[in-house]
């Protein structure tokens, strides 16, 4: 997934093959792949892990015009239309017995991308409702019969895709379906198989592979937010063996998964390590330490010597006048934000107020890419008809820039006051701000908690997303997260509205008439 340019934790490019990101006069192996895969072997002890690691990432091309994929189905035709209405009546089939019938009595309009559509909304079937119902073992059986019957017309990707969602639904891996998928790919593999690594490589620890190799991992990692704590144990404790080695610009890649996945490892010489890098490299790369910065600020770890360099003005001066002194300007305002409202303790230097830029102007582009398949429009339309329109604001930006995505202002008895009759900012700083001038209104914030806000286990907010609600809830705002669990397992307006409705109330706040 691409990372916005303006979000914590997107400094690092897409890696190309054959790329390298060696610093000058480095010499790095020209052909890391191998190496990587005996890196991911040896680490990942499940096959879960190597199968997210080693197959390729899941792509939504096939999987239909719904929250799980971008595009119609290949192909087209006199039957592109039945074609479609089948995966339609897939998608919202409502029990394992109904997904099975659309199967069975629509034989010649049954085509290979409809299967790993069946096998993820069995997944959502069995996993998002709070009572998942009964699936019979025939049910699961037939299934697996009709996928074991068609998976010879599968291409490479849909049998990647079925054993994925197979491994996830528990069929056992020896069981006639993961047989009869594995198979398939196998037969698909290419007939000449790959050289033997050679014997040092069999047993490769960390230290002994290189810069490149860690970096590829570790973009890895962070671009399809798997948060493997093995893994990244690996690249910290490379990190620290390396160091005298290591540049700030390979470092910036290095840490970048730990912030981005919100993992702080257990490494103890991780930080004291990073520590001496930035003392020793800030003034050589101005960007690659403001962007190892951010990451440490995603996880609460920010060092006081190095806040003490990137604030003071020879540092700002020097940065002003190069070609990325917007992005500069803009992560030192969010470690400035992160210095007035995470670090009372400190007394050092500060980003001059004249310097300060918002943090994020703009809705960030990864939910702007994705915005078809948010909940945004009709948790917007629930609102509207529950409060009224003047009784909210959507997608608001607060000082000192973070977005937000319904906004209430509440009074102190409760009752819900129209937004637009008061200042919907809370004061920034808030150290700055006596008290006693404060506006007793409360300002409370839904924040949607989409699937790709989270790591991919989807219980670990992604750091760039915890650090946005916590430094909110440190403004004075009161959070109501709305999970995307709950919001998926609403069926239709009138579920959301009453789900809304109890999560208002649970916070004690009551309005007018329904609507306004």
């Known amino acids: 997934m691409r990372r916005p340019r303006g979000e914590p934790g997107s400094r690092a490019p897409r890696p190309t093959e054959g790329a390298t990101c060696a610093g000058p006069g480095e010499s790095w192996s020209p052909a890391p792949n191998s190496m990587l895969r005996v890196l991911l072997s040896a680490q990942a002890s499940s096959a879960r892990l190597s199968g997210l690691l080693l197959l390729p990432p899941v792509q939504p091309c096939c999987l239909g015009p719904n929250k799980w994929g971008d595009h119609r189905p290949p192909g087209g035709g006199p039957h592109a239309g039945p074609v479609q209405g089948l995966q339609r009546l897939l998608e919202q089939a409502r029990s394992p017995g109904e997904l099975l019938r659309w199967l069975g009595q629509n034989p010649t309009k049954v085509r290979a991308h409809h299967y790993p559509v069946a096998l993820r909304r069995l997944s959502q079937l069995l996993?998002?409702?709070?009572?998942?119902?009964?699936?019979?073992?025939?049910?699961?059986?037939?299934?697996?019969?009709?996928?074991?019957?068609?998976?010879?017309?599968?291409?490479?990707?849909?049998?990647?895709?079925?054993?994925?969602?197979?491994?996830?639904?528990?069929?056992?891996?020896?069981?006639?379906?993961?047989?009869?998928?594995?198979?398939?790919?196998?037969?698909r593999l290419p007939p000449k198989p790959p050289?033997?690594?050679?014997?040092?490589?069999?047993?490769?620890?960390?230290?002994?592979?290189?810069?490149?190799?860690?970096?590829?991992?570790?973009?890895?990692?962070?671009?399809?937010?798997?948060?493997?704590?093995?893994l990244l144990e690996a690249i910290a404790h490379f990190l620290v063996v390396q160091e005298a080695q290591l540049n700030s610009k390979v470092v910036q890649k290095l840490v970048l998964p730990f912030g981005r996945l919100n993992y702080v490892p257990l490494e103890q010489q991780f930080m004291p390590c990073l520590e001496r890098i930035l003392a020793r490299e800030a003034g050589v790369a101005p960007l690659a330490t403001v962007n190892i910065l951010m990451s440490l600020c995603q996880l609460r770890c920010l060092p006081f010597r190095a806040l003490h360099f990137v604030f003071s003005p020879g540092f700002i001066?020097?940065?002003?006048?190069?070609?990325?002194?917007?992005?500069v300007r803009r992560y030192l305002s969010l470690l400035d934000t992160a210095v007035e409202l995470e670090l009372p303790g400190y007394r050092g230097a500060r980003l001059p107020r004249r310097q300060q830029v918002p943090i994020f102007p703009q809705p960030l582009i990864t939910d702007r890419t994705r915005c078809k398949y948010s909940h945004k429009d009709i948790v917007a339309e629930g609102l509207r008809q529950l409060l009224g329109e003047e009784k909210y604001r959507q997608d608001l930006t607060v000082p000192p820039g973070y977005s937000t995505d319904f906004l209430l202002c509440v009074s102190s008895c409760g009752s819900v006051l129209p937004v637009r009759a008061?200042?919907?900012?809370?004061?920034?700083?808030?150290?700055s701000c006596p008290r006693a001038t404060r506006d007793p209104a409360?300002?409370?914030?839904?924040?949607?908690?989409?699937?790709?806000?989270?790591?991919?286990?989807?219980?670990?907010?992604?750091?760039?997303?915890?650090?946005?609600?916590?430094?909110?809830?440190?403004?004075?705002?009161?959070?109501?997260?709305?999970?995307?669990?709950?919001?998926?397992?609403?069926?239709?307006?009138?579920?959301?509205k009453s789900y809304l409705r109890q999560k208002l109330q649970a916070l004690g706040l009551h309005w007018g008439p329904e609507g306004g």
């Not at 286990?457 to 959070?479: C, I, P, T």
């Open 127 to 187: 996993g998002s409702l709070p009572q998942p119902p009964p699936v019979e073992q025939a049910t699961l059986q037939d299934l697996s019969q009709l996928i074991i019957r068609n998976c010879p017309s599968f291409d490479i990707h849909t049998i990647h895709v079925c054993l994925h969602l197979a491994a996830l639904l528990g069929f056992p891996s020896d069981g006639p379906l993961m047989c009869a998928l594995e198979q398939e790919r196998r037969f």
């Open 195 to 230: 050289p033997p690594l050679p014997p040092i490589l069999r047993e490769a620890r960390p230290e002994e592979l290189t810069p490149h190799v860690m970096v590829l991992l570790a973009q890895h990692l962070a671009r399809h937010r798997l948060r493997e704590p093995q």
């Open 317 to 327: 001066n020097h940065v002003s006048g190069t070609p990325h002194a917007l992005i």
């Open 422 to 431: 008061q200042d919907p900012f809370l004061p920034y700083p808030p150290r």
């Open 442 to 496: 409360q300002r409370v914030v839904l924040m949607l908690r989409e699937r790709w806000h989270f790591c991919r286990d989807g219980r670990v907010l992604l750091g760039s997303r915890a650090l946005r609600e916590r430094h909110l809830g440190l403004m004075g705002y009161q959070l109501l997260p709305l999970p995307f669990e709950e919001l998926e397992s609403q069926r239709g307006l009138p579920q959301l």
